[in-house]
């Protein structure tokens, strides 16, 4: 499915669905101290209005997303208050924040909260990380990856909507935050796989340009990718003797556990016997490999386990190659974009036909 293509480009209007107000202008300008825009010209900026009303509807994608990157810039003048909302149901806040020391989530980069309509109260809602937000009549850049819900066959919801990131002007603002169910005054209601992306266009002015929306490999798919990635390189280390990267794929708390001698220890015990080896494979004296395939994959997006086999070669000095097959469990958490083994459980040997059963990764 191709992206969404930039709004700077021509036509850019027909990226979204057909509403009033919503214009395309070639320059604007905020008017001092006024929760209010200045427009001329014309070119490849969307704006909502030069003034609060309203009566602006909701700008909607003409495509309909689930997991999506978006960026773009945005505008606002002082005071001002908008908000983009991933599948027309979760909002992300755009709102003139600059200069505020206390933040929540109804200021610029925080995820809105949702309403109770029986008890008349906000609830849920996550503040941002820090206020990245510049100047009112300043242009700033928002940037998310967005983690739609999932439904199993019979449209039972299994995990919730998740802004795996967003940044404001460059600065990480949310972190795997998520909510279960659609925010504050959503123009769209339930929850579905795919919806538009929508701009708030009621709250007062906001000038948007370089809109982007590109959808994104499923979610499990990517984090199955990434773990993909991870063993490879755990596996070249192996084979090139590279401790310090085998080190690093360990959290510093990570336990290793012996099904087959009973015992238990922390890992960097092991790293630091293992460390001679390394060196051995290095210098080209006990070469090495270890590959890995796998019988179960569970996990979300920071954690996971993972059950299969470990086939670990090695050959020492003069002697034939040994090849051992392990049944082995690992638990890994994901820290600062990088995934670290927390548990590693050598459960037992296991056999040839075991092994050849397991799919290649």
Known sequence: MPATPAVADEGVMDVFRPVGHWRTVGEVAAVAEERALRVAGEGGIIVNGEEFDRSIPYLKTREEFGDVHVEFDFLVPAGSNSGVYMMGRYEV?????????????????????RWDEE?????EGTYPLVNASRPPGVWQTMEMIFRAPRFDGDGNKLTNATFEKVWINGQLVLRNASTTGPTRAAPMEGEAPKGPVAIQGDHGPVAIRN????????GEAARIAELDAFWDMLSESVGSGDFETFRKTCHPDAVLISGRRGFSEPLANALVRWRRDFENTRE???????????????????????SGILRFMHQPEGGEPIVELIHFEAVLVKEDDDWLILTEYQKGLATQEEWDALEVP
């Open 284 to 306: 080209g004296r006990v070469p090495a490999d270890a590959s890995f395939r796998w019988a179960d994959r569970h996990g979300d997006p920071t954690t996971a386990f993972e």
């Open 119 to 123: 008890n008349q109260r906000n609830y």
């Open 211 to 218: 809109f982007r929306a590109k959808p994104l490999p499923c």
């Open 93 to 113: 806040q755009i709102f003139d924040s600059y200069g505020r020391e206390r933040f929540g989530w109804g200021d610029l980069g925080g995820l809105y909260a």
